[in-house]
């Protein structure tokens, strides 16, 4: 399965399975990129945000001295929230973090701009604690700034994160450049069917991330997932990876362990009844989500604690 891959609105090709690397801990990232390559994937996900490009660049940089070609594998990183003025250095320095001359995708990590001059450079707060949200700089003028990077060879592809229908309407009307991507928490306890309805009308690729759910959810171990695992043979995990192939959306899948990245590998088809079953793990109470209201946008990162009210 991490051969498959989906094509983008640019023509490139996106791998349908990822090695994720957000909260891999310090002196794991280098090995477990080194290894999944290895191991035949061809796609490795992280972000300026996750502190861990430069053990991601010795990963790489290692593989392609296996004989690995770069031109082979899908690198995407992110521009950070405090960066959203300065488009063009976050980029440079995440391609020297990351030893590369390009990257495959470069995406906006959250459409929220945060305060270049605050507190702390990744999570500035303003004396109550809360996100120093920089209100004067709109998303969408920060996504024509990424646009100008297509022209310098530096990214091959630019798109969005943690994109509601809303942003993403915004987003359109003004852009020259339609997103190669939006990459979105999903999982049968989030699907969020309106984004991926509205995406996959305008030509925007899907890729999902925490797909087995958020930290302590229950996904791994409900009877219908169990089941679907049962009838094909595989693991829990396994069939909540191949839920997202079946959509059309690649997915990122994230350890260090080598058992592990080598087991998510090893995904399977799933028939039409099995992903009615999954859809409908979100039908009742309070489980059926469908992304945040469109005024509410989730300010926290790493942690998704501070949540900010916009106008």
Not at 30 to 47: F, L, M, Q
Not at 73 to 78: P, S
């Amino acid at each position: 399965m991490a051969e498959t891959s989906f094509t983008l609105n640019t023509g490139g090709k996106i791998p349908a399975l990822g090695l994720g690397t957000w909260q891999s801990k310090a002196g794991e990232v280098e090995k477990a990129v080194e290894y999944a390559i290895s191991v035949g994937y061809r796609h490795i996900d992280t972000a300026y945000a996750y502190g861990n490009e430069e053990e991601v660049g010795k990963g790489l940089k290692k593989a392609f001295e296996a004989g690995v070609k770069r031109e082979d594998v899908f690198v995407t990183t992110k521009l950070w929230s405090t960066y959203h003025k300065r488009v063009q250095e976050n980029i440079e320095i995440s391609l020297e973090k990351l030893g590369l001359d390009y990257v495959d995708l470069y995406l906006m990590h959250w459409p929220v701009a945060m305060n270049t001059n605050g507190n702390h450079p990744l999570f500035p707060t303003t004396p109550d604690g809360s996100r120093d949200v920089d209100f004067s700089r709109h998303h969408v003028d920060t996504y024509l700034n990424m646009e100008k990077l297509l022209h310098t060879g530096k990214v091959k592809a630019i798109g969005v994160c943690n994109y509601s229908v809303m942003y993403l309407e915004q987003l359109l009307a003004r852009a020259s450049i339609v997103p190669a991507v939006n990459q979105i928490e999903n999982h049968p306890l989030l699907p969020q069917d309106d984004v991926s309805d509205f995406c996959k009308a305008k030509g925007i690729h899907i890729t999902a991330y925490s797909p087995l759910g958020s930290t302590g959810s229950p996904l791994l171990t409900l009877p219908a997932v169990q089941q679907i695992a049962t009838k094909h043979s595989v693991s829990p995990a396994s069939v909540l990876l191949s839920y997202h192939t079946e959509r059309g959306h690649s997915v990122l899948a994230k350890s260090v362990t080598p058992t592990r990245i080598m087991a998510n590998r090893q995904m399977t088809k799933l028939d039409t009844a099995d992903m009615e079953v999954l859809a409908q793990i979100s039908s009742g109470g309070n489980l059926k989500r469908h992304g945040n209201p469109p005024w509410k946008v989730n300010l926290g990162f790493p942690d998704q604690q501070h949540v900010k009210y916009l106008s």
